[in-house]
Every structure is written in C-alpha cells, then in structure tokens.
C-alpha cells in the first residue's frame, strides 16, 4: 500500500502562483511513476503532469506546458507541482497518483489516489 497526502492548494489571484505537494508513505520503492491529475465541478479528471520515477523523466498536459513544473525531493518522499501563471482554468481539485507499472497520462493506469486539494483561480 501506498499512502499520498496532498497540501498547498488554496485561493490565488490569475496570474499567481502556488506549489503543492504530494507526501508519499508506504510500500514508496514500488513506484514507478507519479501523476497529478485535477477535476473541475461537473468534468472529468484531466492529466495534468508526471514523473517517471527511476530516471525523472516529466511529461505535461499541453494546457500547463511551460506553466507547471513537477518535481520531487527524495529525502522527504514529497512530489512538488509548482503551478505559475495560474488562470481560472485552472481552478480544480487537484490529486496526485501512484502507478506501480505505467508512466502515464491515464487516470485508470494509476494505483493509487491522494484525497486532493482544491486550487481556486480568481480572475
């Protein structure tokens, strides 16, 4: 089992900024990628970045690409998603992911879920 705890979402002005961060406990070693993913009232949830685990490899949705950054710091177990030039679009519950055997942008290919934080973007 794998345990994740999301924190850092909050109420932000467009065009700021904010970090979230994803805590990870448990079975850790058996990662193989980590995910972000967000959901709107009445969407679906959407991909929005991940890490491959082994090698740091990043993938991005096309609609965060050069806004969004996703890292980790391995000391702490923690995945960041450092969010800039944040706009009402981006307003969500966001969750991170684990997958145990995929890098991917599919929410179904991961294994387990965060609670999520919500971001709220004001214009």
């Known amino acids: 089992q794998v345990q994740l705890v999301e924190s850092g979402g909050g109420l932000v002005q467009t065009g700021g900024s904010l970090k979230l961060s994803c805590a990870a406990s448990?079975?850790?070693?058996?990662?193989?990628?980590v995910g972000w993913f967000r959901q709107a009232p009445g969407k679906e949830r959407d991909f929005v970045a991940a890490?491959?685990?082994?090698?740091?490899?990043?993938r991005y949705a096309d609609s965060v690409k050069g806004r969004f950054t996703v890292f980790r710091d391995n000391a702490k177990n923690t995945v960041y998603l450092q969010m800039n030039s944040l706009n009402p679009e981006d307003t969500a519950v966001y969750y991170c992911a684990v997958a145990l055997g995929a890098f991917s942008y599919i929410s179904n290919r991961y294994d387990y879920w965060g609670q999520g934080t919500q971001v709220t973007v004001s214009s």
């Open positions: 890490m491959r685990w082994n090698d740091g490899t990043t």
């Open positions: 448990g079975r850790t070693f058996s990662t193989y990628a």
